[in-house]
């Protein structure tokens, strides 16, 4: 990639040519956006000092040499790089809200954000939930985003990396949080008060060893414990269905991403009533099951632990 021909004076004109050097490049897009244009856009937007979502009428703004300059050499850096923009920029957007992100966690992209926003409707009545659990934290993305959109309920996150914990208590602080979400360093529940909760939530490591050497390189930036996980990717999965029925309230839900593994956790559990969540803004992979439910299962997710 060479700087940013002189004739290329607009914002627009910067857009249509980063687009263009990054489908060149083969980059792959899936840490925020999903195409080169709106990936372009997040970088010039953060190279100009500009909001994320800046007015289209914005495009046609002149830029000067140095401005161009700093576009060009960002563009530069995520072609080199291969690292997800989120990580030029350290911002990430979930939920409506923004998150510091680097190396230490996975950029947010999960399609929960659109049910915490929902409610979890009608399983939830909003207003009426006091506390939450977000399993596997990471940045405290779906915690933050719980606690903004559950009024009156304490959230408590989960995370079994130090480093993550770092940044997760830098997203909370933020957000002015600090009295709502209350972060532990734990494996799952093993350090957790004895406490129950209406919503137990995560986005665990799910993918498979064969899964992980197939991804494109953007993805080999974030830290291989957040993605992970052994037993075809089930491991954290089943351990969450088998210890999870003494922390739901008897009205609670479980909640559970497990992406591209949906089609293995039914085989595995033919029986149990998985209901798997729609995406209006496109998503799979998420379960919900009742509390009566994953008690009524207990043994036979506890024996598969076994197995």
């Known amino acids: 990639m060479t700087a940013a021909p002189s004739e290329l004076t607009t914002i627009r004109d910067l857009i249509r ?31 100009l000092h500009l909001p994320a979502s800046f007015p289209d009428s ?38 409506g809200l923004p998150f510091y992100v680097d190396e230490r966690v996975l950029v947010p992209r999960s399609p929960l954000a659109e049910w915490i926003e929902r409610g979890f409707a009608p399983w939830l009545e909003a207003d009426a939930v006091d506390r939450v659990l977000d399993l596997c934290t990471g940045s405290a993305c779906i915690a933050i985003a719980c606690a903004a959109h559950f009024d009156n309920a304490e959230v408590d996150a989960v995370e079994l990396s130090p480093a993550a914990l770092a940044v997760a208590r830098q997203n909370v602080e933020r957000h002015q949080l600090e009295d709502w979400v209350h972060l532990f360093e734990s494996n799952l529940f093993e350090v957790l008060p004895t406490e129950q909760y209406q919503l137990i939530i995560s986005n665990p490591p799910y993918v498979s060893a064969t899964e992980m050497q197939a991804l494109d390189e953007e993805y080999r930036h974030e830290p291989e414990i957040g993605l992970l996980a052994e037993q075809e990717g089930l491991s954290v999965v089943v351990r969450i269905l088998a210890q999870s029925a003494d922390y739901l309230t008897d009205d609670g839900i479980l909640v559970v991403e497990v992406g591209n593994s949906e089609e293995l956790l039914t085989e595995c559990f033919p029986d149990v009533p998985f209901v798997w969540l729609e995406f209006e803004r496109g998503g799979q992979g998420v379960f919900l099951l009742e509390a009566a439910q994953v008690r009524e299962y207990q043994p036979v997710f506890q024996a598969a632990l076994v197995a």
């Open 17 to 47: 040519w980063g687009a263009s050097c990054f489908n060149a490049a083969g980059l792959c897009f899936g840490h925020g956006t999903d195409n080169a244009f709106d990936e372009a856009r997040m970088l010039l937007s953060h190279a």
């Open 58 to 95: 914005y495009l046609a703004a002149r830029l000067t040499d140095g401005e161009r300059e700093a576009v060009a050499i960002l563009f530069e850096t995520r072609i080199n790089s291969r690292k997800p923009a989120a990580y030029l920029t350290h911002e990430a957007w979930f939920a």
